[in-house]
């Protein structure tokens, strides 16, 4: 447990107090670690998961190895990396929905997804999404039928899961990267669906 | 936390849409504050060099959380990355890499210099 006068300081102050003195000591190379943050901030995100998506889409062959094997079909399109390395792909069909959700802390599939939004991690979607998964997605504006089963799934300290959204009508002639464009972070966490062209 | 610290550094005055554009929750940077990212990034380093194990921090975030939760039923001040920098304090102190006692000492030090927070390294 931190001391409580350690919380009480500035996040910003011990944050660069651990950085200065992990780096002054050679634990960490502060090339690497400056690395890592630019690459979630800026190149990884759910525009990956969106290609999986749209190639699941399109391609039976590619969607089938898809949920034989996330991670090795999602390393075919060169998207790998820390918290993929087993990642578990939920099909939505007409009559099953699947929601994602990690209550212990904030799992998730960072290679497809990049790092998670805010209410992924807040306590209430946390505890909520299991006991009451309907009325959570309704509140995320998502009002699903009696009819759809919905399964709600816990990430683990293994699996990472992700959600191959259902393909939306009318886009029959539409290719990939116009596909990719309606698949929403959203929907492959399972609190919405793929955007209407 | 404002995250006031952050609006001079240049990656966070990214275009908000469009190809270039920053992962973002609904316009919501994937950091609101560099602390943020760097104790993000402090983590992920220490498990690329060896010096920690990923599972052991998923532990110790996991325990800061449930604490943090199980002292605030309301939710109120709620603040991920607050329990991210703790999670992280707890194990680099518990595998000796740095004490707690020297991680105080040295962010009373930095609170001593001139700039507030958010700059170099001394």
Not at chain 1, 99 to 111: D, K, N, R
Not at chain 1, 117 to 146: C, I, N, Q
Not at chain 2, 59 to 76: N, R, T
């Amino acid at each position: 447990m931190t001391t409580a006068g350690q919380d009480r300081l500035d996040p910003a102050l011990r944050a660069e107090a651990l950085v200065s003195l992990l780096v002054e000591r050679g634990l960490i190379d502060q090339a690497t670690m400056d690395n890592f943050i630019k690459t979630y901030e800026t190149s990884v995100g759910p525009m990956n998961g969106a290609k999986v998506v749209a190639r699941a889409w399109t391609d039976p062959g590619y969607r089938d190895r898809l949920l034989a094997d996330g991670t090795a079909a999602i390393a075919e399109l060169g998207f790998k990396g820390p918290q993929g390395e087993h990642i578990v792909v939920l099909e939505n069909t007409p009559s099953v929905h699947n929601v994602v959700v990690c209550t212990l802390c904030s799992c998730y599939p960072w290679p497809v997804l990049g790092l998670p939004p805010s209410w992924y991690k807040d306590p209430a979607y946390r505890s909520r999404m299991v006991r009451e998964p309907r009325a959570v997605l309704a509140e995320f504006g998502l009002e699903l039928g009696d009819d759809v089963a919905i399964r709600v799934f816990d990430s683990s300290s293994e699996v990472r899961y992700m959600v191959l959204p259902m393909r939306p009508a009318g886009t029959e002639g539409m290719g990939e990267d116009q596909l990719a464009a309606l698949v929403t972070r959203d929907a492959m966490v399972g609190v919405a669906e793929a955007a209407a062209p | 936390m404002t995250g006031s610290g952050g609006h001079a550094d240049p990656a966070y005055l990214l275009d908000t849409s469009g190809p270039a554009a920053p992962p973002r929750d609904n316009g919501e940077l994937v950091f609101t504050a560099p602390w943020e990212g760097r104790a993000f990034g402090a983590a992920l380093a220490l498990t690329d060099a060896g010096r920690i194990d990923w599972e052991d921090f998923r532990q110790a975030l996991i325990g800061e959380i449930g604490e943090w939760e199980a002292a605030h039923p309301a939710g109120g001040g709620w603040g991920y990355y607050d329990r991210w920098l703790a999670a992280l304090e707890r194990l680099v102190s518990k595998s000796g890499l740095v004490s707690a006692e020297e991680l105080k000492r040295r962010a009373l030090l930095l609170a001593t210099l001139p700039s507030g927070h958010d700059h170099e390294r001394p």
